[in-house]
């Protein structure tokens, strides 16, 4: 199947700094990915569809101006948390879909970053 | 908003016993319904999915079933194996398949031997 990579894998980082996380399909193009933030032993909960060459869709109560996200290639999403603090620490995952394969309905995901705010 | 409820959080069976996992999804758009098994610290693996024009799916021990109508969906394992132990979500496409998922809240399946 596809692959989605995501980078870095974990990072620590202090409260008020600005942390950017990649997300790549690395053997298939997509004009859409998407974000999602999972807390300890909770859901995996929809932050934003990223569009590529256009904004991204952010759902309600989700801050664009916290959470900005880059859609400038087909294989490249990132999502930057700006300003993070403790509260952001949390599991954040992204997901793309390979509509040139026989399965098109199917999202792949990254392996997560785990995002620690001191 | 579009809202999935997954039943029960917890679920504990005996090794060769069967589990069920039932969703309800409130999106009446929504037409792709995949399930997903997550290990702690890692990624979503899909185990099966179906879409909406189909009312059951099967591959080998685990099945789903979906009743458009009543916007229900289930998975069924049987034979279950310490192996199956793991949380499980199902989601449902936010509209048509394609885009976002809203997931459950999961159910930790406990396996015993």
């Known amino acids: 199947g596809a692959v989605v990579s995501q980078h870095p894998s974990r990072v620590i980082c202090k409260s008020g700094t600005s942390v950017k996380i990649e997300c790549r399909s690395l053997?298939?193009?997509?004009?859409?990915m998407f974000w999602y933030r999972q807390f300890p032993k909770q859901s995996l909960m929809l932050m934003a569809t990223?569009?590529?060459?256009?904004?991204?869709?952010?759902e309600q109560g989700v801050e664009k101006d916290k959470f900005l996200i880059n859609h400038a290639s087909l294989t490249l999403s990132t999502l930057t948390v700006t300003s993070a603090h403790p509260e952001d620490s949390s599991f954040y995952i992204c997901s793309a879909r390979d509509v040139g394969a026989v399965s098109y309905n199917e999202q792949f995901f990254g392996p997560g970053t785990r995002l620690t705010v001191l | 908003g579009e809202n999935v409820e997954q039943h029960p959080s917890t679920l504990s069976v005996q090794e060769g016993d069967s589990a069920v996992i039932k969703c309800t999804y409130s999106?009446?758009?929504?037409?792709?319904f995949p399930w997903y098994k997550q290990e702690l610290g890692k990624r979503p693996q899909l185990i099966i999915d179906?879409?909406?024009?189909?009312g059951e799916k099967k591959d080998q021990r685990i099945a789903v079933t979906l009743n458009k109508t009543a916007k229900h969906f289930s998975l069924h394992i049987t034979e279950t194996q310490p192996e199956d132990s793991a949380v499980y979500f199902c989601a449902a496409s936010k509209g048509q398949a394609g885009t976002a998922l809203i997931f459950g809240k999961g159910t930790t399946l406990s396996v015993s031997s």
């Open positions: 999106d009446s758009a929504s037409n792709y």
């Open positions: 053997d298939f193009q997509a004009t859409t």
């Open positions: 179906i879409r909406s024009n189909v």
């Open positions: 990223s569009n590529e060459g256009s904004k991204a869709t952010y």
